[in-house]
C-alpha cells in the first residue's frame, strides 16, 4: 500500500509560477517511478510528467516541456512539480501516481499507475 498527498496547488496569476509536492508513505519511496497528471473541467485525465525511482529519468508532456520540472528527494519520500510561466490552459487538478510496476521506462498511460493521491487544485488565471 501507498499513501499520497498533494499540497502546493492554488490561484496565480498568467506567468507565474508554483510548486506542487506530493509526499508519499508505506511502500519504500525509492523502488518505484512517480507520475504528475492533471484533469481539467470536462476533459480527461492526461500524464504530464514523470520520474524514474532513482531521479535519472525523467519525461515531460510537450506542452509543459521547458516550462515544468520534476524532482524527487527519496530521503524525504517526496516528489515535486516546479511549475513556471503558466498559462491559463494549465488550470486543473494535479494528481500525483506511483507506478510500482514499470521498472525500465516511465508511462505515461494512467492505467498504469497504482495508487494516486487526493489532487490540489491549480488555478490560472489571465
Known amino acids: 500500500q501507498v499513501q499520497l498527498v498533494e499540497s502546493g496547488g492554488g490561484l496565480v496569476q498568467a506567468g507565474g509560477s508554483l510548486r506542487l509536492s506530493c509526499v508519499a508513505s508505506?511502500?519504500?519511496?525509492?523502488?518505484?517511478?512517480m507520475g504528475w497528471f492533471r484533469q481539467a473541467p470536462g476533459k480527461e485525465r492526461e500524464f504530464v510528467a514523470g520520474?524514474?525511482?532513482?531521479?535519472?529519468?525523467?519525461y515531460y508532456l510537450d506542452s509543459v516541456k521547458g516550462r515544468f520540472t520534476i524532482s524527487r528527494d527519496n530521503t524525504k519520500n517526496t516528489v515535486n512539480l516546479q511549475m513556471n510561466s503558466l498559462k491559463p490552459e494549465d488550470t486543473a487538478v494535479y494528481y500525483c501516481?506511483?507506478?510500482?510496476?514499470?521498472?525500465?521506462?516511465?508511462?505515461?498511460?494512467?492505467?498504469?499507475?497504482?495508487?494516486w493521491g487526493q489532487g490540489t487544485q491549480v488555478t490560472v488565471s489571465s
Open positions: 501516481a506511483a507506478d510500482l510496476t514499470t521498472t525500465l521506462r516511465i508511462e505515461t498511460d494512467l492505467r498504469k499507475y497504482d495508487y
Open positions: 508505506g511502500r519504500t519511496f525509492s523502488s518505484y517511478a
Open positions: 520520474i524514474s525511482w532513482g531521479g535519472g529519468n525523467t
